[in-house]
């Protein structure tokens, strides 16, 4: 990091504060992958209402920290508190409802392609009591089926609710696995590279639907992006990941987007 970044980066704790009540925060997170040490001691909070975006080069840990927070994937060491309970202490059931209260937004969409996207969306509710009566649109309860339409017509896909997802573009798609976080009433969104594998033009909606739901339904959101100009128009903070520890933690105002993609955009990323 050069000292035209480091002179940019705000001091945190204070600023921290001001956001409110944290949703998420990691304290000395480790994981290791055989020798292979991805994250080595993080520690940082989201707070609630406001949006974290996670930077930084393939390999540096941000969508490995991301399934920490959920235990998708078990860290090593360290603490997670998610709306103040510490998952890592969790029995399985405590941690399927904290689950329920998160929407977790993958790069792949990890949609099931042959069913329309009326059913995808009602999959939301599969954490949340539904059992078998969540897995089709048809035998759903028409709460569900009205619900999901709902949030359908939020991402401006109610015309199709019935078509297949594998009919879809790669942005309608995603949409389509925003609608599912938005149907769960999540408490915070987790996304990891939502706009990784769109166009411009898409990922750019992708990131602007994600920020008014922050906004307008005061839900936390942690990204994480190689795109360093979504990072800082989408983001209330910007934390840097590099070789497994937070590089800065800063203010998106107080960051230049010249030197950040010098340090932490991989080669041949979309700007």
């Not at 040490?37 to 930077?55: E, K, W």
């Not at 035998?139 to 297949?164: Q, T, W």
């Not at 706009?195 to 909606?205: N, T």
């Not at 990072?231 to 030197?259: M, N, Q």
Request: aromatic share 6%; charged share 20%; net charge neutral.
């Amino acid at each position: 990091m050069t000292a035209a970044v480091a002179e940019n980066v705000s001091e945190q704790s204070d600023e921290m504060k001001s956001h409110g009540a944290s949703a998420v925060s990691f304290s000395g997170i480790r994981k290791s992958f055989g020798s292979n040490q991805v994250l080595c001691g993080v520690s940082f909070s989201c707070a609630s209402h406001s949006a974290t975006a996670l930077i930084g080069a393939n390999g540096s840990g941000k969508s490995t920290l991301l399934r920490c927070s959920l235990r998708l994937i078990e860290p090593d060491a360290g603490s997670i508190h998610v709306f103040g309970k510490s998952v890592r202490e969790l029995s399985a059931g405590e941690l399927r409802k904290v689950r329920s209260q998160v929407g977790f937004v993958f790069q792949k969409h990890n949609l099931v392609s042959r069913l329309s996207a009326l059913t995808n969306v009602i999959h939301g509710a599969i954490g949340q009591g539904y059992s078998f009566r969540a897995w089709y649109q048809s035998i759903a309860p028409s709460e569900l089926r009205e619900r999901a339409f709902a949030c359908l017509e939020r991402v401006g896909l109610s015309d199709f609710a019935l078509k297949p997802v594998q009919t879809l573009s790669g942005g309608q798609s995603q949409r389509v696995a925003i609608a599912r976080a938005v149907f769960q009433k999540p408490k915070l969104i987790l996304a990891d590279e939502p706009a990784a594998s769109l166009d411009p033009e898409s990922g750019q909606q992708v990131m602007e639907l994600l920020r008014e739901l922050t906004q307008s339904e005061g839900i936390g959101l942690i990204f994480s992006t190689h795109h360093i100009d979504h990072a800082l128009e989408f983001a209330d903070r910007v934390v840097a990941l590099k070789s497994g520890t937070i590089d800065f933690e800063s203010a998106p105002d107080k960051l230049d987007a010249t030197e950040l993609r010098k340090f932490y955009m991989p080669s041949g990323s979309p700007l």
